[in-house]
Nanobody, 117 residues
């Protein structure tokens, strides 16, 4: 069993910043991927940013250069620093944990990010 605890969402003005955190606990595999997805009303869930235990990262084109994902491997925690926020970044953000050697994955409960114009 793996549990994810998210924090850091909220309301921010255009151009502002927020930092999301996701802490994983339980039976953590050493080779895993942790990432942040988001889902806006009426849209499909999409990958925002992700990071592998080796440190490789991936970003959606829409957030490249504005968002930074990082992780503390020893604490199984990932952070998403979001800068220069835009109204189109408004969504529920979900943390995802995925084991690389099998299909096991876990989703967080989601945290709402609202960017006001």
């Amino acid at each position: 069993q793996v549990q994810l605890v998210e924090s850091g969402g909220g309301l921010v003005q255009v151009g502002g910043s927020l930092r999301l955190s996701c802490a994983a606990s339980g039976n953590i595999y050493s080779r895993n991927f942790m990432g942040w997805y988001r889902q806006a009303p009426g849209k499909e869930r999409e990958l925002v940013a992700g990071i592998f235990t080796g440190g490789t990262t991936k970003y959606a084109d829409s957030v490249e250069g504005r968002f930074t994902i990082s992780r503390e491997v020893a604490e199984n925690t990932v952070y998403l620093q979001m800068n220069s926020l835009r109204p189109e970044d408004t969504a529920v953000y979900y943390c995802n944990y995925r084991v690389l050697t099998n299909a096991f994955e876990v989703w967080g409960q989601g945290t709402l990010v609202t960017v006001s114009a």
